[in-house]
């Protein structure tokens, strides 16, 4: 602790005051290029691994993890803080309340007529049976476009004290348990539409009707055989923690440029419960943390404020970059004329993909905010600069410029893949191996520092530093017409990380 207290009482770099001179007086675009130009040069994966390995450390030291309300997340929010109090930024803790939620019982396993197990996946805010679950046969739901969606699903008396088999797909995962439980179901088994294991969210804890998690179609539909011929007896348990407790957010900005054109880049610092989040999202959150340190020792005052965010809750649902944005007046909402986020960007199987602001692959989710589509061109410009590859990837909001894009901020940002598999295509095009996960590790123990692109990270970093460097002196390329390209479609990358509730 004597260290840290040092740290945060060392003198400023960079950022301290200075009077305007000559050089700030420099036309914008000449700034902001050369601004560009150095921090690109400096930053760099190296540096920024130094970030990532302590935050393994404070991982394996705070119990495997780093996920928001947690000592692992305190003690990363503290050394980002700390970090930026010596760079010399004006920094401070948003604090904000939340519904901690932690898995402690996952189990399914069919008593008769044969004996095996089942994997499940707790949906979120779930009910939760007692210590030990319960034992009861299994009623399957008629299997329709809305299965499990309206009280006629429930033929009269049937699932009075089972547990309903629901497959996936017409309404929330919410709406199905709480309709089962009207029917007298104890519990509620969904099984996804689609290969691939489930998981999901009912929303909020006040939904939670009766214990429900989700299984594979591969064994929804056997159970579902299974049950056509005769009684299934399963032994169901599903049991989480949920309780409120306190985290922050990191807030950085520069003393310095005008407030009324802030600029605003993010990435989130907690992880999932699973691992150390050394990908998810330690990557984005040491590069941000790297550039912060090179721009505060290459330019003494900026054009424009630049504000940095280490987000908390992520995992939760973009909880800490809701609170942010919710908590922001109108004024304070007109003074970010951009917003760009970092999530996952050294996926070990990645691609290099950019948030597509204007829809032009026609994939998904529409267009963000105007000013997106310009977002999105200079950072396709920066990268066809540098000769790197790249691709769209769908603006589904399910990430931290989510909040954003809501309430009409220009937004984009950069992704490397998280549980998405990767196509012949792009395997041809960023290496690695077609047929495979961008991120094998995606919410699971092995996403450690071993298990990082150092390649990715640093192409990553590059785009960091470029924004950084242009938009702190110019954003007048968010007006600029941005000119009609093919569509360059990346195929299923999605983030993942606001939960399905459907």
Not at 252 to 277: F, K, Q
Not at 296 to 317: F, Q, S
Not at 405 to 426: D, L, N, R, W
């Amino acid at each position: 602790m004597a260290t840290l207290a040092a740290a945060a009482l060392a003198t400023p770099l960079m950022l301290a005051a200075a009077s305007p001179s000559a050089a700030q007086r420099q036309d914008p675009g000449q700034q902001a290029a050369k601004l560009a130009k150095k921090l690109v040069a400096k930053a760099s994966a190296k540096d920024a691994y130094k970030h990532l390995k302590k935050f393994q450390q404070i991982a394996d030291t705070a119990g495997g993890n780093r996920a928001a309300g947690t000592l692992g997340y305190d003690a990363s929010a503290a050394y980002v803080y700390q970090q930026l109090k010596k760079y010399g930024y004006d920094v401070r803790y948003e604090q904000f309340e939340f519904l901690f939620v932690q898995t402690l019982a996952e189990k399914l396993s069919v008593v008769s007529p044969s004996q095996r197990s089942i994997e499940i996946n707790a949906l979120d805010y779930t009910k939760s049976t007692p210590v030990g679950g319960i034992k009861a046969d299994i009623a399957a739901v008629p299997v329709d476009a809305t299965t499990g969606c309206e009280p006629a699903d429930y033929a009269s008396g049937t699932f009075t004290g089972k547990i309903a088999l629901i497959k996936r797909g017409g309404c929330t995962f919410a709406q199905k348990q709480a309709t089962a439980a009207d029917a007298g179901a104890l519990g509620a088994i969904v099984f996804n539409n689609v290969p691939g294991a489930m998981g999901g969210t009912l929303g909020d804890q006040a939904a939670a009707k009766i214990p429900t998690g989700g299984v594979t179609l591969a064994e929804g539909e056997r159970l579902l055989s299974e049950v056509a011929a005769g009684p299934v007896n399963v032994s169901f348990e599903v049991r989480q923690l949920q309780e409120k407790r306190v985290t922050n957010n990191v807030i950085a900005e520069t003393r310095h440029g005008n407030a009324a054109n802030t600029v605003m880049l993010g990435a989130h610092l907690d992880g999932a419960l699973e691992g150390p989040g050394i990908n998810d999202n330690g990557s984005g959150s040491a590069g941000l943390l790297e550039v912060a340190q090179e721009l505060a020792k290459a330019e003494n005052r900026t054009t424009n404020k630049v504000r940095l965010a280490w987000w908390g809750a992520e995992e939760n649902g973009l909880l800490g970059s809701e609170a942010y944005v919710a908590n922001l007046s109108s004024l304070g909402k007109k003074e970010i004329k951009l917003y760009l986020n970092f999530d996952m960007i050294a996926s070990p199987n990645y691609g290099l993909f950019v948030y597509d602001g204007d829809n032009s692959d026609g994939v998904g989710a529409g267009p963000g905010p105007e000013g997106s589509a310009q977002l999105e061109r200079d950072i396709n410009e920066f990268l066809a600069k540098q000769g790197t590859p790249h691709e769209g990837t769908d603006f589904t909001g399910r990430s931290d410029y989510g909040p954003f894009i809501e309430v009409g901020i220009p937004s984009g940002g950069a992704f490397t893949g998280a549980e998405g598999i990767k196509t012949e295509a792009q395997a041809a095009k960023f290496g690695g191996t077609a047929g495979q996960p961008y991120d094998p590790n995606y919410h699971q123990k092995g996403d450690d520092i071993t298990n990082v692109s150092k390649k990715a990270l640093g192409v990553n970093i590059g785009v960091i530093a470029n924004a950084v460097g242009t938009y702190a002196h110019d954003i007048s390329s968010l007006t600029k017409p941005v000119t009609e390209s093919a569509p360059t479609v990346a195929g299923t990358t999605s983030d993942g990380h606001a939960e399905a509730t459907k």
